[in-house]
């Protein structure tokens, strides 16, 4: 046997010839050596030992004289001859480097800006209950804010609490955050003033996608209180964050505006070549939802922010749709 596929490998002059014989002899199914294999189960116990090695030995004898025969043929191990045209002096391929995504670097470079600005990172989750999302933002139970038009709420948890036989706690449902507000809560929960923290993560909102709504969206949150924290302050940090993200002397302006969570409320602009552009929301945080906290109003105050980070990177990039930010295009994704 082992002098048959010497033969038949030895004069295989081509990859298809060399698997032919790579079947014939060694096929996992029908080969050669295998229907020998088989047989070994009729020989007498007593001699076993002796057949097994004697079928070891010949097995590797023949898969030597494959692996020589494939060596000379230089074809690979699924039996293709190497291509005879590869030239390993061409300069190969060049592959792109990719880059990081136009949202990433804007995230980064906020993140430096408030460091900078004497802001500490904090994090919350996305998966928020009503209570951080809503109650303790002063936002009560019959707001529109809430409306389940308006909001992901999440399933998920009902679905646990009934397959496990328990009742879920109705007045507290889970939902996709609406707004990183939420992360003012956890953090003053926690914490005690002075406080001075921004937060950046996304945010979920069921709306129907056009140039400026996506149902998910970043916001940059910002939060500080201390002793005698005033509007001015407020005004103050929007405006140096405003010049360090834009450059240059950035004026802004503050519009009156409403949110439960923040007493008086604003809404805060930039001028940006020659148009005045919505910042976000602001105002002095409402002592309600200090108190919530446990934090003393008659000696603390703070104010708050919420940004739009899509619109930040749109502005700077003249970006025309948000929605380029999000459906991974290559080519709209390595211009940054
Ligand atoms: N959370 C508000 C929003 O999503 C923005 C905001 C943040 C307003 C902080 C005031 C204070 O629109």
Request: charged content about 25%.
């Amino acid at each position: 046997l082992v002098e048959d596929a010497k033969t038949a490998f030895g004069s295989a002059s081509s990859g298809d010839d060399l698997d032919a014989a790579r079947i014939e002899f060694l096929g996992a199914k029908k080969g050669r050596l295998k229907t020998i294999q088989k047989s070994l189960g009729k020989v007498d116990n007593a001699d076993k030992p002796a057949a097994g090695k004697e079928l070891n030995a010949t097995k590797s004898a023949i898969t030597d004289a494959f692996d020589a025969a494939k060596s000379r043929l230089g074809t690979g191990a699924d039996g293709e001859v190497a291509d005879p045209t590869f030239d390993p002096t061409l300069p190969g391929t060049q592959f792109r480097m990719g880059n990081l995504h136009p949202i990433t670097q804007t995230i980064n470079e906020l993140k430096d800006i408030m460091g900078r600005l004497g802001f500490t990172h904090a994090e919350g989750p996305e998966v928020e209950d009503d209570y951080h999302n809503f109650k303790a933002l002063n936002i009560p139970s019959s707001h529109p804010a809430r409306d389940p038009l308006d909001n992901f709420y999440l399933r998920t948890a009902q679905n646990q609490a009934d397959s496990i036989g328990k009742e879920l706690d109705d007045e507290n449902p889970l939902l996709l955050r609406s707004q990183t507000s939420t992360v003012q809560i956890r953090v003053m929960e926690t914490t005690k003033p002075p406080v001075r923290i921004f937060s950046l993560g996304r945010v979920y909102r069921p709306d129907t996608p056009d140039w400026s709504h996506y149902p998910m969206f970043h916001q940059m949150e910002g939060l500080m209180v201390d002793e005698n924290v005033t509007l001015a302050d407020l005004k103050t940090v929007l405006r140096l964050f405003a010049n360090s993200y834009l450059g240059g002397d950035v004026k802004i302006r503050i519009r009156p505006s409403f949110f439960p969570f923040t007493e008086p409320s604003v809404e805060a602009d930039y001028y940006w070549n020659g148009k005045w552009v919505e910042f976000g929301g602001a105002g002095i945080v409402d002592p309600n939802v200090l108190a919530a906290v446990g934090y003393d109003t008659e000696s603390v105050s703070g104010f708050a922010f919420g940004l739009g980070i899509e619109r930040l990177c749109m502005i700077r990039h003249k970006i025309t749709d948000i929605r380029y930010l999000f459906t991974n295009d290559v080519r709209f994704l390595r211009q940054f």
